[in-house]
T-cell receptor, first 113, second 113 residues
Framework: NAGVTQTPKFQVLKTGQSMTLQCAQD?????MYWYRQDPGMGLRLIYY???????DKGEVPNGYNVSRLNKREFSLRLESAAPSQTSVYFC????????????FGSGTRLTVV | QKEVEQNSGPLSVPEGAIASLNCTYS??????FFWYRQYSGKSPELIMS????GDKEDGRFTAQLNKASQYVSLLIRDSQPSDSATYLC?????????????FGKGITLSVRP
């Protein structure tokens, strides 16, 4: 049982480059989330998808776009990477509403130079 | 006030002691609360959830919720060096179209052998 799978695990980008972070879950969860984690800042919500076909902005959406491709997959795109987007990115999924908490993927460590 | 605050830390306790981790929350967050453990370089892992006032015990862990005072705590009895990690408190934020978890910044616990 893989749970939540994120790719890639590590990535170095140059300023202005674009990339897509991939996330897939095999738990039949309705809701999926993208967080970023920075030292001293905790986990901050970027975007989330409460159910297939819907997406909503979180606390820090600027510079990002998302796509809920189907029930399993939720991708995060950086169109023009900036050094301020250097962070660890976590994807998570949950039952609708998150009553049982979230299951997190292993994370993507992104460095923008 | 941020939705979920964890202001104390880092915390250091000797092996075998009780570690007490505290978290306060604002009016935007209610009903469901979660404690996650995060080892360095790893993703958050759910260890406890609590939904109603009082105590909830699971092995060496006890979560406490006091809705009148708006605080949540996690007690770890007989602390072990393997408990050394960052502990994240989270609550459900009901603002916006769908509820989602909002996290505190975390408390780093070190258990000294």
């Amino acid at each position: 049982n893989a749970g939540v799978t994120q790719t890639p695990k590590f990535q170095v980008l140059k300023t202005g480059q674009s990339m897509t972070l991939q996330c897939a879950q095999d738990m039949n969860h309705n809701s999926m989330y993208w967080y970023r984690q920075d030292p001293g800042m905790g986990l901050r919500l970027i975007y989330y998808s409460a159910s297939e076909g819907t997406t909503d902005k979180g606390e820090v959406p600027n510079g990002y776009n998302v796509s809920r491709l189907n029930k399993r997959e939720f991708s995060l795109r950086l169109e023009s990477a900036a050094p301020s987007q250097t962070s660890v990115y976590f994807c998570a999924s949950s039952e609708a509403g998150g009553d049982y908490g979230y299951t997190f993927g292993s994370g993507t460590r992104l460095t923008v130079v | 006030q941020k939705e979920v605050e964890q202001n104390s830390g880092p915390l250091s306790v000797p092996e075998g002691a009780i570690a007490s981790l505290n978290c306060t929350y604002s009016d935007r967050v209610s009903q469901s609360f979660f404690w996650y453990r995060q080892y360095s370089g790893k993703s958050p892992e759910l260890i406890m959830s609590i939904y109603s006032n009082g105590d909830k015990e699971d092995g060496r862990f006890t979560a406490q919720l006091n809705k009148a005072s708006q605080y949540v705590s996690l007690l770890i009895r007989d602390s072990q060096p393997s408990d050394s990690a960052t502990y994240l408190c989270a609550g459900r934020d009901y603002t916006g179209a769908n509820s989602k978890l909002t996290f505190g910044k975390g408390i780093t616990l070190s258990v000294r052998p």
